[in-house]
T-cell receptor, first 113, second 118 residues
Framework: AQSVTQLGSHVSVSEGALVLLRCNYS??????LFWYVQYPNQGLQLLLK??????LVKGINGFEAEFKKSETSFHLTKPSAHMSDAAEYFC???????????FGKGTRLHILP | GAVVSQHPSWVICKSGTSVKIECRSL??????MFWYRQFPKQSLMLMAT?????????EQGVEKDKFLINHASLTLSTLTVTSAHPEDSSFYIC??????????????FGPGTRLTVT
């Protein structure tokens, strides 16, 4: 069975500082991995995804994530936080095109002025 | 591309009434649609998966007679909350997958529907 663990339900960083949101997964087969962002009372927006190929994936709004198979991790980073980055972030995994997506519990990112 | 809409965006209903939420894929054929429920400050909980023209597959613990799902066409799925009670108040989100598309593993999410049962 697949699972996703997001370390830290809340993360606070200062504006301009590095953002690091952690995600570890477990999957019996090579996974497809996603990061989504959710603003209050809105649906989910895809930030980036890993399917195959390059393990460093660049997404929207300056975010990127690196797939590390040996560490079963897919941590999300951004070099310099903006106030507009304050939101809930979800890491997710799926096995294949016919399978459902499994979400982590989410990490709320707070940006300090 | 790949836009999913939901209607209504929010609804308030009285206890005991039924509420229907629509999920539409606007520019692609949604061969599979998913319905999620999200409680405040929590993650998404998958309720059911529906494929066009067939019965929905419900997750364990989800009452299929209470949450009726219909996926009658390749662009529309509906979720009906029957005999709603205050504990059904939640944020309901749908997503759609285009198995014929290039990114067949990806799900496209609707903006969500806030249901409040009084």
């Amino acid at each position: 069975a697949q699972s996703v663990t997001q370390l830290g339900s809340h993360v606070s960083v200062s504006e301009g500082a590095l953002v690091l949101l952690r995600c570890n997964y477990s999957s019996s087969v090579p996974p497809y991995l996603f990061w989504y962002v959710q603003y209050p009372n809105q649906g989910l927006q895809l930030l980036l995804k890993y399917t195959t190929g390059a393990t460093l994936v660049k997404g929207i709004n300056g975010f990127e994530a690196e797939f590390k198979k040996s560490e079963t991790s897919f941590h999300l980073t951004k070099p310099s936080a903006h106030m507009s980055d304050a939101a809930e972030y979800f890491c997710a995994v799926t096995r294949n095109r016919d399978d459902k997506i499994i979400f982590g519990k989410g990490t709320r990112l707070h940006i300090l002025p | 591309g790949a836009v999913v809409s939901q209607h209504p965006s929010w609804v308030i209903c009285k206890s005991g009434t039924s509420v229907k939420i629509e999920c539409r894929s606007l520019d692609f054929q949604a061969t599979t649609m998913f319905w999620y429920r999200q409680f405040p400050k929590q993650s998404l909980m998958l309720m059911a998966t529906s494929n066009e023209g067939s019965k929905a597959t419900y997750e364990q613990g989800v009452e299929k007679d209470k949450f009726l799902i219909n996926h009658a066409s390749l662009t529309l799925s509906t979720l009906t909350v029957t005999s709603a009670h205050p504990e059904d108040s939640s944020f309901y989100i749908c997503s759609a997958r285009d198995l014929l598309g290039r990114d067949a593993y990806e799900q496209y999410f609707g903006p969500g529907t806030r249901l409040t049962v009084t």
